[in-house]
């Protein structure tokens, strides 16, 4: 069963319409889905299973040795940026000690990633979401074409 409220939520409201079983009101809403919507939802999903369980009170135990994993912690780190907007060295380090005491090593990170652009001293989110090699896709989550995007851009 799924975990999503809005997607029950839509399921629960067909049960109620046709007097289906919640298999089958499930399955009859998946296929009105486009295929961008099911993408979206699984790359959804496995951000939240790569990152659910790092997290705690909106800090991390420590930086994951896995690069999907790590990659996906440096989207949600991301999140706390605010697209457009120069940073100081020392807001950028605030920002990332609210995440995990290793602060240079995110910063390191988030750089290395093209998430974060650095010049002359200050640090601003990336323009548009990285281009990525084939060989990065196999290290980047789904849900970096799908949030990344969107998130820079303002949206």
């Known amino acids: 069963m799924t975990r999503d409220s809005d997607f029950k939520q839509v399921v629960r409201a067909r049960m109620a319409e046709t007097g289906e079983t919640y298999t089958v009101a499930r399955a009859a809403v998946e296929a009105t889905r486009s295929p961008h919507e099911a993408s979206y939802d699984a790359a959804r999903a496995e951000q939240e299973k790569l ?5 705690s009170g909106g800090r991390i135990e ?3 040795a896995r690069r999907k994993v790590r990659a996906a912690v440096l989207l949600e780190v ?3 940026f605010e697209p457009g907007r ?3 060295e020392p807001e950028v380090n605030e920002i990332l000690l609210g995440v995990h005491d290793d602060f240079a090593y ?3 990170e988030l750089v290395n990633y093209r998430y974060l652009e650095r010049g002359d001293g200050r640090y601003r989110t990336a323009a ?3 281009p990525r090699a ?3 896709h196999q290290e980047i989550p789904a849900w970096e074409a799908h949030w ?3 998130f820079l851009s303002g949206r």
Do not use: I
């Open 51 to 55: 990152v659910g369980r790092l997290f």
């Open 62 to 64: 420590r930086v994951p």
């Open 78 to 80: 991301l999140s706390r």
């Open 86 to 88: 120069d940073y100081s």
């Open 106 to 108: 995110l910063r390191r």
């Open 128 to 130: 548009q979401a990285p």
């Open 134 to 136: 084939a060989v990065e």
């Open 148 to 150: 990344l995007p969107a």
